[in-house]
């Protein structure tokens, strides 16, 4: 689509020198030039990402760049798990590279948790939010993709014709073509996302090419952080209050829980109102662990009897998050 191209054409001319074009051809490519480039970049370390962002918290706009490109095969492996949708990939993109930058603002590299795992979860959050403002839809082969647009023009050709609407018959004579393709076309949603179509109009770069990379990119970022991690994350998601009522009932800051009254002490207000900043920041971090899919019910009473027989250790707040699902 036109905005999306028009989103991800600003944001390649903000963080790259030049714009590329396609191999002869004098059409700028950056919708597929800047996926396909960006996505066989190596993801940074921790390391790497903790430097890089101290050099941005001294206003270094190459390190920005750096990991903003670095982090475009995160991008991509979310945005593929989206691939059949009624939105096309480069909408899909555009909108998991909006959700990059807005990771990059919010995320406090301090706090211990890496970069990719706190920046999947607002990608996830931007896609998700554009595809459910569209129905779903299905991948659609390209024959019967070029043939929808084909067997429109000659059902209306064949209208005028006739002063009549053509059978299936009629128009699959006209067509050329055999009935059952005729009748997938006929079927086919209008809204089509083809294997073989461009990323956009001035793209020679196809989803078939992004897929050629998924297993690589799987490899790459595997979602299989632990609950703490994502914990962290979703932290970032609530109220200040909240959060911090959170932290200093359940250890997180100094390693030891406090009670509702020191609490209520130490923050000024009621011991009652302490007690509805916990319920409330319970429900929304674990509303917001059960939509990014970190927390699954059919897991739950192992994680919660495995913890009780002393094979793992979890901590106060993951352990409440659970037993308070499962009830």
């Not at 999306?4 to 944001?11: D, G, N, S």
């Not at 890089?52 to 798990?81: T, W």
């Not at 949603?189 to 990379?213: G, I, Q, V």
């Not at 970032?236 to 932290?247: G, H, I, P, T, Y």
Request: hydrophobic share 40%.
């Amino acid at each position: 689509m036109i905005l999306a191209a028009t989103r991800i054409v600003l944001f390649f001319i903000m963080v790259t020198p030049h714009v590329t074009r396609s191999q002869g051809s004098d059409t700028p490519d950056p919708v597929g030039r800047f996926i396909s480039d960006r996505s066989r970049m190596a993801p940074p370390s921790k390391e790497e990402c903790d430097k890089l962002f101290l050099e941005m918290s001294k206003g270094s706009d190459e390190a920005r760049k750096e990991l903003i490109e670095r982090h475009i095969r995160l991008v991509a492996s979310i945005a593929l798990k989206f691939r059949q949708t009624n939105v096309q990939m480069e909408d899909i993109m555009a909108e998991g590279i909006q959700g990059l930058v807005v990771a990059l603002d919010k995320f406090d590299y301090t706090r211990g948790i890496k970069l990719s795992t706190y920046a999947a979860w607002w990608i996830r959050q931007r896609i998700q939010r554009l595809i459910g403002k569209m129905s779903g839809a299905v991948a659609v082969p390209h024959d019967v993709s070029q043939g929808k647009r084909k067997e429109g023009q000659i059902r209306s050709s064949l209208q005028v014709d006739l002063g009549r609407l053509p059978t299936d018959d009629e128009v699959n004579d006209a067509l050329g073509q055999d009935r059952n393709l005729t009748k997938r076309v006929k079927f086919a949603p209008t809204s089509s996302l083809s294997m073989d179509e461009p990323l956009s109009e001035d793209s020679d770069s196809t989803l078939a090419d992004l897929m050629t990379a998924e297993e690589e990119l799987k490899q790459s970022y595997r979602e299989d952080g632990s609950l703490s991690d994502d914990i962290g994350v979703a932290l970032s998601f609530l109220d200040q209050r909240e959060r911090k009522v959170l932290s200093m009932r359940f250890g997180m800051e100094k390693g030891e829980s406090m009670k509702l009254d020191d609490i209520a002490d130490s923050m000024n207000v009621s011991g009652e109102r302490v007690r509805q900043l916990e319920s409330l920041g319970l429900r929304k971090l674990r509303a917001v662990l059960l939509n990014n899919g970190k927390l699954d019910f059919r897991k739950l009473d192992q994680l919660v009897s495995t913890d009780l027989r002393g094979k793992t250790k979890m901590s106060p707040l993951e352990l409440s998050l659970i037993s308070d699902s499962a009830a």
